[in-house]
């Protein structure tokens, strides 16, 4: 056992970080969860695929750098440490593409992923219904077929980052009528701009667009853009759902960097004789380095041809927590400097926390919530028998 | 970098383990709760026969180490097995003679720490009680930059943990004073809270997995309670807190092989997140046996007892967190 990075994954380091440094804007981007703020998180995608670190783990063909999973975990902490804005372009990557590699056709690759990794197409995914949220499966927008293609109907609702993205993707029943609700479902790939499509958008917490609701009436979808086998939708889709709940969407190197300002905030600002308030920072800061270690074990277990299952359940609940944990304490340490909300004249001088505090108070619901996460460690992984949901 | 336990490692923990739960552990607990050092004594040759003090030894003295890494994969079992005994004092005070300069101490007693023939208790960090001092063949009690050895102590007092024997040493002679004794006394401390920390990770472990066979077989309301999701979060969350400690477990016996000096607040940390991973096992344990776990006879008890101790043992959550964020 080592924490020895070999001298490719330092080169990869070095290289990383040399060219953030050269790169990464000297003041904060705009939210993405604004239209302003969505065009120039779109520009720094562009930017950042013009010297392919967009999306390092992917193959040299599709503008990556065939990184390993322990050379992404070092790009992200490379990426966070300098400060560098969130990616808009996360829901395509950490989603679709893992998708496409593992069950698209070749066409839909070279078609999807060039334009996904330069930000020219950003995506949105379009999983949940109104009736339909942890529960997914109950869902009930309709795939209908038609000549060369599928007639999409029904409504999805908080779909990230629909209210300014281009494409969307998510499942539909194809079949309805089937004795289990999971089968019969077919995973598509749609425009947000066709006819028939209306696209909401619904204020978070704190107002911003930051997902919308989906109105689709008889949307016209060619049969290329079918991922897999229709009426397969439900394994296509969960055969990349631990991406969601895994490293791949949350790496621990945001958490580090959060962890790493929260403790300079310690030090600037508190008064040490506060111990309630030091020993909660204290246990943000172990649990953002417990967390990066547990990935590289993760890591380390992938690489020597190991699997990860509902493991990915216990990595969804520790990272939503530890970023709630992080930010609320971020917060009382600034006291009422801490109210004030993301682009407050005197925000950036405390630290900006507000907008990464309501981005972290979704993260216990999306991506499976946080109780039925709970009732999957439970099951699979203690082999407690199944209880009455 | 391969950040998981070798084939051998995780052999030699298969192999410890196997070795204490033939050996009937429990009966050895109790025995040495009530001050029968015999049973004890016999597991403590036992498990100096698999190697495990010689690993806190250096070869020059007979030992196989210091190797940090392997002695706290050692410990976990070790936890996991409530074994009594203080096990992680003679290993800290291993760690402590052998930095401690050329007092004769180190030839005298690391050899002997090594083969399993020397019991060594270790009081430092401010600590009142030696723990089992009556159980010890050498009591080291280090305050400030001077160091004893005690030649006697208190009476035994009643703990919390009644396997966990604490007495207040008395008398004794100084062996050495001087910056040398601090620098082996942290050294030592380290030592101490990641052994601890390993301890409370396996023991943690043995908690949880008591509990989880005990909610698949306990019915009530006609169905296991391990199918009622109060249940199944409360045991999800220890199984959480377990499995994120571990890796830390890991790392800060990393660093303490590889920058003893620098390696304080990564085993601080180890320590915080593995004390309280396994005071919350022992919290649900007891609450999901109900009163089964509120009761001396099961051996369950054993296991419980010990979780707050080994929480609070050579540095306190609190005190671990201060050297967290000391860096």
Known sequence: MDLDFTAAEDAFRTAARAWLTENVPATPLPSLETREGFAAHRDWERRLAADRWSVVSWPEAYGGRGASLLQWLVFEEEYYAAGAPGRVGQNGISLLAPTLFEHGTEEQRARVLGPMATGEVVWAQAWSEPESGSDLASLRSTAVRTDGGWLLSGQKTWSSRAAFADRAFGLFRSEPGTDKPHHGLTYLMFPLDAPGVTVRPIGRLDGKPAFAELFLDEVFVPDADVIGEPGRGWWVAMSTAGNERGLTLRSPGRFTAAADRLTALWHAAADPGDTALRDRVADAVIGARAYRLFAYANASRLAAGGTLGAESSLNKVFWSELDIALHETALDLLGPYGTLADGADEAPAHGSWADGYVFSLAGPIYAGTNEIQRNIIAERLLGLPKGRR | ?327
Do not use: N
């Open chain 2, 1 to 327: 970098m391969r950040f998981l336990l070798t084939d051998e490692q995780r052999e030699f923990a298969r192999t410890l383990d196997g070795m204490l739960g033939a050996f009937g552990t429990p009966a050895v607990v109790r025995a040495w709760a009530a001050g029968e050092h015999k049973p004890g004594r016999d597991l403590w040759a036992r498990l100096a026969e698999t190697g495990v003090f010689a690993l806190a030894v250096p070869e020059a003295y007979g030992g196989l180490g210091p190797l940090p890494l392997e002695l706290a994969v050692a410990y976990t079992e070790l936890g996991r097995h409530a074994v009594p005994g203080p096990l992680v004092e003679t290993a800290a005070a291993a760690a402590f003679l052998d930095r401690l300069g050329e007092t004769g101490a180190a030839d005298a007693w690391l050899p002997r720490i090594a083969s399993g023939d020397a019991i060594v208790g270790l009081c430092a960090d401010g600590a009142p009680f030696a723990l089992d001092a009556d159980a010890a063949d050498a009591v080291f009690v280090v305050r400030g930059d001077t160091v004893c050895r005690t030649e006697a102590h208190g009476p035994v007092q009643p703990s919390l943990d009644p396997a966990r024997r604490l007495s207040r040493p008395l008398g004794g002679t100084v062996l050495t004073r001087g910056p040398a004794v601090t620098a082996a006394a942290t050294y030592a401390t380290d030592t101490a809270r990641l052994l601890t920390a390993a301890q409370a990770l396996g023991l943690g472990r043995a908690l949880l997995d008591e509990t989880v066979g005990h909610v698949k077989r306990r019915t009530q309301f006609a169905v296991p309670i391990g199918s009622f999701q109060a249940v199944q979060h409360r045991l999800a969350d220890t199984l959480l807190a377990l499995e994120f400690a571990q890796p830390l477990v890991h790392a800060a016996a990393l660093a303490l092989a590889r920058d003893a000096a620098g390696a304080g607040p990564d085993i601080a940390a180890a320590k915080v997140a593995a004390g309280e991973a396994c005071h919350t096992a022992a919290r649900t344990a007891l609450q999901l046996h109900g009163a089964l776990g509120y009761t001396d006879e099961p051996d369950l008890s054993l296991r419980i007892r010990k979780a707050r101790p080994l929480r609070d043992a050579w540095g306190t959550p609190s005190e671990c967190r201060a050297r967290v964020l000391a860096g």
